[in-house]
Structures are given as C-alpha cells and as structure tokens.
C-alpha cells in the first residue's frame, strides 16, 4: 500500500484562492492528492510530488548533459561543398557578432540561463538545506522560472529551420540532439512534477494563527494563506502581502502599450534577410508564414503562423478586453475571462519560436557569400514585444477580476 495516499500532507486549513481570491476550507490531503479552487476552478494544489533525491538526481544528469546540447551540433548540412555544423552556441555568437547582442541574450536566456538556473536551483535546495541555508529566495525563484525554460520550442524552431533550409542544402542530425532531447525531456518532466507548494510546507512549514478568516490574505508569490508579520510580510516567504498587488494595473498597462508599439516594426520591417548569389530577399514575419505555406509545407507554416502572428495579437486583444472589463467593472462573464488569461499565459511563451528559428539559421546559413542569412532589424522589436506580454500576464493581479462580483450573484460568474 502507498503510504503517501493516506497519510496526510497537512491539517485542514484555510484557503484563499490566487486567482479569485476565495476563502474557503482546504481539507488535510495526501502528497498524490489536487485541490481545486471551487468557484474558478484554479488549481490550489498540484497533487504530484518528486523526492528531493529524485529531482537532484535529474538535475545532475541535465548538468551534465548541458554541455554536449548547448555546444556540440544539433544540425549539420552540405552547402556549397561545405559541412555547416549548427549548434546552440553558435547560433546565440552569431546574432551577438552581427550588432546584435540583446536579441541574443533573449535566446540564451531562454535556452541556456533558465534551463541551468533550474538545475542549480534544485541542487541548492538539496545541499542548502543540509547547510543550514536561507532556501527562500530560490524557491521564490522557481515559482517564476517555470514558464522561460524553453527547450522545447527550441526544438520546435529546429524543425522549421531545416524545413527551411532544405531547399538549399541536405541536412543530417547532429551529433547533440540525443543528449539535447534528452535534457528537453528532463526538463519538462522537472517543472511538471516540481511541486513548489509542498516544497514550502517540507522547508517552511508553517501553523495557521487563529484569528478572524474574513481577514486572513494569500501571499502570491509562495501561495500561503495566512496574516501578516509585524512588517506586513507574509510568514513563510518574507515577501511584502497585500490585499491587492499594488500598482498590478499600472504596470501590466505600461508593458501592454510598450508591447502594442513594438509589434508595429516587428511585423513590418523584415525579420530575416537571406543573400542568394547577390541578390537581396526579405521576409518579414507574415511574407515568411505565406513562403513556407507556398512551398508546400503548411504543418510548420501554420505552427509558426500560429505562434509568431496569432498568439501576440490574440494575448494584446484579450488583455485589452480584460483590463477594461475591470476598469468598468464589468460582472458578466468572469470564468470566461479568467480562463482566456490562463489560456494566453501559457500559450505567450510559444512566440520566441521566430528568435529560434533566427538563431539556428544564422548558424546554419552565414558562410558565403553565395547563400548566407542576416537578421533583420524586426527580431528585437518582435522578442520585446513577447517578453512585454509575457510579463503583461504575470504582472496582472486576476483578483481584481473577480472584485466587480457582488457578494451572492453567483449567476454572472458564466
């Protein structure tokens, strides 16, 4: 028998939903066991659960495996008699050399920084705990590294470049791609079974102070209902609690416009220039889509159309929709609303599909003067603009939401 099943996590307690902020009653649940928020149906526990000797057993093995994926060849073709080895590296050096260094940073961030911060991250809960450590704020720091670890849309970029490619050179599999599919899959499967919460109540474990539940408040950054300290910080985390997440509207309106404006240069000036014998062709984000489709390969057009076109505009109209919904206070319709801004954080990070693409084809394509391949001046606009919206998302309190539905008119909330 599964002496996780029936053995409590914790005592009942209670619970204020993040994302409607509810209060209701969490009974003492099991480590295999979800919970969800039972007005938005937010997920308040995740229910899964890894050993600490698990997760630090995976990511040694990433540590490892990080080298040979980000340096070796992931890609390899035959161009003008030549043999082009592409790998991560090289296609991030590539876009620094060329004037281009912050664009290149967004990738390497993604690809590189966040994968290894996470690795590092768990190997520091592992041993800092052993040490007598502060473990805070890393763990305040996986609850927001999560959605940037993006070797999977890599991947995803990787497909599209040689689809690319092809045309002009025959493209084998390098060397990396076992090793960097593995580290892929290791990763998804970490951020799947890392459970943050259980995480905080195995290191931080904290009681629940009797006092009057209408005022208790839950903390956003590490999910803990409870009162504030004497400094007004929630208990566990140490970070500042609020009823509402000051200046949420301001800020997730600044990040939003600054992203309206940025997509204008990013889908009207070229993203990607390729010189073939001497003469000059631009692409820009739609004229690549209608390229690919044209050549036959619609699948990988429609995933770039989708990521590249669609998902921005789709998250700038939501997050229009919903800010002004609550500037109006607008108490129709709040599932349909909060659903559609969970939809648009997870599906946000699927747009830095074109920087990849970029950055492979400039390792790939960039040798002579025949055939070679530049960025164009939109692929900054355009990684801007993702990270605005992405951070658009984060930075918007969905409580405030749910504060234009009056106490018992529960008939608005479909």
Same mark, same amino acid.
């Given at each position: 028998?599964?002496?996780?099943?029936?053995?409590?996590?914790?005592?009942?307690?209670?619970?204020?939903?993040?994302?409607?902020?509810?209060?209701?009653?969490?009974?003492?649940?099991?480590?295999?066991?979800?919970?969800?928020?039972?007005?938005?149906?937010?997920?308040?526990?995740?229910?899964?659960?890894?050993?600490?000797?698990?997760?630090?057993?995976?990511?040694?093995?990433?540590?490892?495996?990080?080298?040979?994926?980000?340096?070796?060849?992931?890609?390899?073709?035959?161009?003008?008699?030549?043999?082009?080895?592409?790998?991560?590296?090289?296609?991030?050096?590539?876009?620094?050399?060329?004037?281009?260094?912050?664009?290149?940073?967004?990738?390497?961030?993604?690809?590189?920084?966040?994968?290894?911060?996470?690795?590092?991250?768990?190997?520091?809960?592992?041993?800092?705990?052993?040490?007598?450590?502060?473990?805070?704020?890393?763990?305040?720091?996986?609850?927001?590294?999560?959605?940037?670890?993006?070797?999977?849309?890599?991947?995803?970029?990787?497909?599209?470049?040689?689809?690319?490619?092809?045309?002009?050179?025959?493209?084998?599999?390098?060397?990396?791609?076992?090793?960097?599919?593995?580290? +892929?899959?290791? &990763?998804?499967? $970490?951020? @799947?079974? #890392?459970?943050?919460?259980?995480? =905080?109540?195995?290191?931080? /474990?904290?009681?629940?102070?009797?006092?009057?539940?209408?005022?208790?408040?839950?903390?956003?950054?590490?999910?803990?209902?409870?009162?504030?300290?004497?400094?007004?910080?929630?208990?566990?985390?140490?970070?500042?609690?609020?009823?509402?997440?000051?200046?949420?509207?301001?800020?997730?309106?600044?990040?939003?416009?600054?992203?309206?404006?940025?997509?204008?240069?990013?889908?009207?000036?070229?993203?990607?220039?390729?010189?073939?014998?001497?003469?000059?062709?631009?692409?820009?984000?739609?004229?690549?889509?209608?390229?690919?489709?044209?050549?036959?390969?619609?699948?990988?057009?429609?995933?770039?159309?989708?990521?590249?076109?669609?998902?921005?505009?789709?998250?700038?109209?939501?997050?229009?929709?919903?800010?002004?919904?609550?500037?109006?206070? +607008?108490?129709? &319709?709040?599932? $349909?609303? @909060?659903? #559609?801004?969970?939809?648009?954080? =997870?599906?946000?990070?699927? /747009?830095?599909?074109?920087?990849?693409?970029?950055?492979?084809?400039?390792?790939?394509?960039?040798?002579?003067?025949?055939?070679?391949?530049?960025?164009?001046?939109?692929?900054?606009?355009?990684?801007?603009?993702?990270?605005?919206?992405?951070?658009?998302?984060?930075?918007?309190?969905?409580?405030?939401?749910?504060?234009?539905?009056?106490?018992?008119?529960?008939?608005?909330?479909?």
């Amino acid at each position: 028998m599964n002496i996780n099943a029936i053995v409590p996590l914790s005592k009942a307690r209670y619970q204020r939903c993040c994302e409607c902020d509810l209060l209701f009653s969490l009974p003492p649940l099991s480590r295999k066991q979800a919970a969800y928020c039972p007005r938005c149906n937010a997920k308040v526990v995740l229910g899964r659960d890894w050993s600490m000797t698990r997760l630090t057993a995976i990511a040694v093995a990433m540590l490892l495996l990080m080298p040979f994926a980000f340096t070796e060849p992931l890609i390899s073709i035959r161009l003008l008699g030549t043999r082009i080895n592409a790998s991560l590296m090289e296609g991030i050096w590539q876009m620094s050399s060329q004037g281009d260094p912050i664009t290149a940073s967004m990738v390497a961030f993604c690809t590189i920084g966040a994968p290894l911060t996470l690795a590092l991250s768990l190997l520091y809960l592992r041993f800092g705990s052993a040490l007598g450590m502060n473990l805070r704020p890393v763990l305040l720091m996986l609850e927001r590294l999560k959605e940037w670890v993006m070797l999977d849309i890599y991947l995803i970029g990787m497909a599209v470049a040689a689809i690319k490619v092809k045309e002009y050179a025959d493209i084998q599999m390098g060397s990396a791609m076992i090793a960097y599919l593995t580290l +892929t899959l290791l &990763s998804i499967l $970490t951020l @799947i079974h #890392l459970n943050l919460e259980q995480l =905080w109540e195995r290191y931080y /474990s904290q009681e629940q102070r009797a006092g009057n539940p209408e005022t208790l408040l839950v903390c956003l950054a590490c999910h803990y209902t409870g009162f504030q300290d004497q400094r007004g910080r929630c208990p566990r985390c140490h970070v500042p609690i609020h009823h509402r997440q000051p200046h949420s509207l301001q800020k997730t309106w600044a990040a939003l416009i600054a992203a309206m404006v940025l997509l204008f240069p990013a889908n009207l000036l070229p993203i990607s220039i390729v010189y073939v014998n001497g003469a000059r062709m631009e692409d820009t984000i739609f004229s690549g889509v209608v390229s690919l489709a044209t050549s036959g390969n619609i699948p990988i057009a429609a995933i770039v159309f989708i990521a590249s076109v669609l998902v921005p505009f789709t998250k700038v109209i939501v997050l229009l929709m919903i800010l002004f919904s609550i500037h109006f206070k +607008t108490p129709h &319709s709040l599932k $349909t609303r @909060i659903r #559609l801004l969970r939809l648009v954080a =997870w599906v946000g990070r699927w /747009s830095m599909l074109d920087l990849f693409v970029i950055s492979l084809m400039m390792s790939l394509v960039n040798r002579d003067q025949l055939l070679s391949f530049t960025m164009g001046p939109a692929a900054f606009y355009f990684g801007s603009a993702v990270i605005l919206t992405i951070l658009a998302v984060k930075w918007l309190d969905s409580r405030l939401i749910w504060d234009a539905h009056a106490t018992g008119n529960a008939e608005y909330a479909d």
